[in-house]
């Protein structure tokens, strides 16, 4: 069983679009995170949920807006989307904040 | 500023050959500290873990780190290079009261 999973795992679009990622985990964790992977490979953390409560709400453009129905479950929906936009998006998840995380396998969204 | 700082971001080194990956960290107290392994087109998967209980941690596929306060230091180290560990290396600490990924060490292994 995969412990942390996103779709679609590639995504593929036009500027202007609006576009969203799903994550799910099955490890009963109560912190679950977004980053941003750029194609240096820095990895920047965009924001990050407690018991569906947004704790770290990093300076992100407000077109990405994160959504948690429950605590397994983080959304992220990116409205007008630019070129700059274009990475690979990482969800993680954790027991508490300061414990290790789990990734999933990645979204790799295209701005075209 | 940064919490952990990454050395080296590209290390070479042959097949067989001992691996040393170097990270720095700023903390006034211990901090809990993390390498991740990343490998080509995939997600990060958790190497090790300093969480104070001892200094010298060790990892899966046969990567171990010390924790050494006084040079506020966490390498990673593997005594023999494998072809496999090819990949991008993050450390990772604490800062403001979340996790900090360092710039990255892409690691290559020459045969």
């Known amino acids: 069983d995969t412990a942390v999973s996103q779709t679609p795992k590639y995504l593929v679009t036009q500027m202007g679009n609006d576009k969203s990622i799903k994550c799910e985990q099955n490890l009963g964790h109560d912190t679950m995170y977004w980053y941003k992977q750029d194609s240096k490979k820095f990895l920047k953390i965009m924001f990050s949920y407690n018991n569906k409560e947004l704790i770290i709400n990093e300076t992100v453009p407000n077109r990405f807006s994160p959504k948690s129905p429950d605590k397994a479950h983080l959304n992220l929906h990116i409205n007008s989307l630019e070129l700059g936009d274009s990475a690979v998006y990482f969800c993680a998840s954790s027991q508490a904040r300061a414990y290790e995380q789990y990734f999933g396998p990645g979204t790799r969204l295209t701005v075209t | 500023a940064q919490s952990v700082t990454q050395l080296d971001s590209h290390v070479s080194v042959s097949e067989g050959t001992p691996v040393l990956l170097r990270c720095n960290y700023s903390s006034s107290y211990s901090p809990s500290l993390f390498w991740y392994v990343q490998h080509p087109n995939k997600g990060l998967q958790l190497l090790l873990k300093?969480?104070?209980?001892?200094?010298l941690v060790k990892g899966i596929n046969g990567f171990e780190a010390e924790f050494k306060k006084s040079e506020t230091s966490f390498h990673l180290t593997k005594p023999s290079a494998h072809m496999s560990d090819a990949a991008e290396y993050f450390c990772v600490g604490p800062r403001a009261g979340k996790s900090t990924f360092g710039d990255g060490t892409t690691l290559t292994v020459k045969p």
């Open positions: 300093y969480t104070s209980a001892a200094t």
